[in-house]
């Protein structure tokens, strides 16, 4: 398939082909049932993921694809699929994945690298909206996303997945497994909706994450400056001023995004 529709990567776009069938029925399973549950992948390339998210039950598959190139490939897949695949040709950086179907919703995808990060914090906004995200990450992001406070990966997006999320690497998947192989390994991470996530607005919460770890190895009482009083703030949540970022809970940075919010 790739050589007839010349489908050679291109890095530009972030491709990273994953083509072994049972890896990505092993993927599919990860996410669980989705029996009835519409699936949003992102960047399907050739179809590899595509094809196993359409042997489970879900309802849909909606596969968000940039490169026209892989569009016109997966034409023939779509015609198999008897009305349970649609190609949407665009950015996924600039589709409101919400809108394209009802729920029940999942995201399952091996994301582009050059736009994973972005791309789960504009989901991560409004989680409620999916059953789950099942996402493929390079190592290291997905090693931030599950790293526990006062460890060296803890950081802002450890805090922000944790906050509203449940999150739990699933699955390593090797250099070797894709074509062509990145430089790193990658990890399938699953993330679920808290049922209920500490209450907070949510653009106070990036303020507060944003400043904290901007310099972490600060305490609080200087790294949160730039917000105003920050030993107040820090009073009002109940944090030693002391502290420095990569100690706090996603507890406590709700708190500080609740005070900050009264500011």
Known sequence: MLATHGLAARKALGQHF????????????????????????????????????????????LAIERDPRCVAALADLVAAAAGRLQVIEGDALEIDAI???????????????????????????????????????????????????GTKAYGRLSVLAQWRAEVKAVLQVP????????KVDSTVVRLEPRSAPEPAPWDAFERVT?????????????????????????????????ARAETITPAGFAALARAFSLV
């Open 18 to 61: 994953l083509l072994d069938l049972n890896l990505t029925a092993r993927i599919a399973r990860t996410a669980g049932s989705l029996d009835g549950v519409a699936v949003i992948e992102v960047g399907p390339g050739p179809g590899g993921l595509t094809r196993a998210l359409l042997e489970t039950g879900a309802r849909a598959v």
């Open 99 to 149: 809108g394209l179907t009802p729920q029940p919703r999942a995201v399952i995808a091996n994301l582009p690298y050059n736009v994973a990060t972005p791309l789960l914090i504009g989901w991560l906004r409004r989680l409620e909206a999916f059953r789950s995200l099942t996402l493929m990450f390079q190592k290291e992001v997905a090693d931030r996303l599950v790293a526990r406070p």
């Open 175 to 182: 250099a070797r497994a894709f074509t062509p192989p990145p």
């Open 210 to 242: 944003a400043a904290a770890f901007g310099q972490r190895r600060k305490m609080l009482r200087a790294s949160l400056r730039s917000l105003g009083d920050a030993e107040g703030l820090l009073a009002a949540a109940g944090i030693d001023p002391t």
